[in-house]
């Protein structure tokens, strides 16, 4: 059996690549499986096109990349708890995802990457944005790399997935609300990549609450500009979805965030989260 044509179209200066060529169905050859994680960990996210896969083949390409982490608030697809429902409903007002955020940062041992895999997609809108945490960090200025250098800051998954998340932002969205939210853990605010070896900023809008032994109103003023600082429209890529498409994204030095512009129509996506490792400075 020859080997596939494997091509690779980078969407943006920043990050993101389409990888066209590859049946992730398919027992992937080690060749194959070594272009895959090259271009991960060049481009920070990829997407590969035109799949169709079961829930069993879709675990079965993640854990090609390490062992699965299971989501403790999604809803999962019943028979897979690994697999979780990133779903709006026709009615439903809110997404999951509307904001940028990094997926598990609120772990204390953060996901390497998450699988997202379209199942039902709106006619129009639900694009998904993702922005380089690299091309962040290279963009300050020395000053204020210096100043970083060392700082620690508190995530937590309160604001999401508390017990009050429901009420205090009127969502619904479906989660397994949770007291498990409230723990906090700290994570450096510049990290360097253990397969790159560049650094990158680790903050994030949905899960860093504050800078460790600060308050969040004296934290406010310089995450807040971290935060729209990491949103620059040049450190950015947009994917829009198609049918069959599943994205790859790597949790530690990108951000994303999923429009929430199809009202009135349902969408629904599978997620796989791969276990990654604690972040260091």
């Known amino acids: 059996m020859g080997q596939p044509h494997i091509e690779i179209k980078p969407l943006s200066g920043a ?22 994680r090259e271009a991960f ?6 997407f590969f096109m035109d799949q169709d896969l079961t829930p069993a ?14 989501n403790k608030f999604f809803e999962t697809v019943e028979g897979y708890p690994e697999v979780a429902q990133v779903r709006k409903e026709a009615g439903d007002t809110t997404n999951i995802g509307g904001g940028w955020h990094t997926d598990h940062s609120y772990d204390e041992v953060p996901a390497l990457g998450s699988m997202l895999y379209a199942k039902e ?6 694009d998904t944005m993702f922005a380089s945490m690299y091309a962040a960090y290279d963009a300050l200025s020395p000053g204020m790399k210096d100043m970083l250098d060392g700082l620690q800051a508190v995530h937590s998954g309160a604001r999401a997935f508390g017990p009050d998340a429901q009420s205090n932002k009127g969502r619904d969205a479906k ?5 498990i939210a409230l723990a906090e853990v700290e994570h450096p605010v510049v990290c360097t990549h253990p397969d790159s070896g560049r650094k990158h900023l680790y903050v994030n809008g949905g899960f860093t609450m504050r800078f460790a032994n600060m308050t969040e109103a004296e934290s ?5 500009y971290l935060l729209q ?4 429209p040049e450190f950015t890529c947009r994917f829009q979805w198609r049918p069959g498409a599943m994205a790859f994204w ?10 929430n512009d199809y009202h009135g129509q349902r969408r629904l996506m599978h997620r796989v989260t791969i276990q990654g490792r604690r972040p260091h400075a």
């Open 229 to 232: 600082h990491a949103a620059k």
């Open 175 to 179: 989660f397994n609300l949770s007291e």
């Open 250 to 259: 790597d949790n530690s030095c990108t951000q994303h965030f999923a429009l």
């Open 41 to 46: 960990v060049d481009h920070g996210v990829v």
């Open 121 to 126: 997609l709106p006619a129009r809108g639900g």
């Open 15 to 36: 990050l993101g690549a389409e990888i066209h060529g590859l049946d992730l169905a398919a027992d992937l050859d080690n060749s194959s499986m070594a272009t895959v």
């Open 220 to 224: 406010a003023p310089l995450l807040q």
């Open 57 to 70: 083949q879709h675990l079965d390409f993640a854990r090609r990349f390490g062992p699965i982490d299971i």
